[in-house]
């Protein structure tokens, strides 16, 4: 017997991974999705975040259709998608 997605009173929670809301501690970032997960990450995993000033991490804007993370003040950008991952930025290696 098939039951069709539309009859089911109780369908599947299906995942967003549109971002919400952006907010900062001491030493962390932490960001809510749409679907009610929050990815939270340190600091020190983006440099320009960690030494950004207050004024600058609190100006964030949601770009990529709603899946990143802008901040215009230090030219950052971060995705949903690797904050799931638990991608830091990737550090410049010394030069010889």
């Known amino acids: 017997m098939t039951t069709l997605a539309l ?15 952006a907010e900062f501690s001491e030493d962390a970032l932490s960001v809510a999705l749409m679907d ?8 020190y995993w983006y440099p320009r975040l960690q030494d950004a000033t207050a004024e600058q991490r609190l100006n964030w804007q949601i ?5 990143g ?9 971060l995705s949903a998608s690797g904050l799931l ?3 830091p930025a990737p550090r410049r290696q010394l030069q010889k």
């Open 69 to 77: 993370l802008h901040w215009p003040d230090i030219d950052e950008d």
């Open 36 to 43: 009610g997960r929050t990815i939270t990450v340190p600091l």
């Open 63 to 67: 770009s990529g259709g709603g899946y």
């Open 85 to 87: 991952r638990g991608a």
């Open 7 to 21: 009859n089911n009173p109780n369908p599947p929670l299906r995942a967003d991974e549109r971002v919400a809301s």
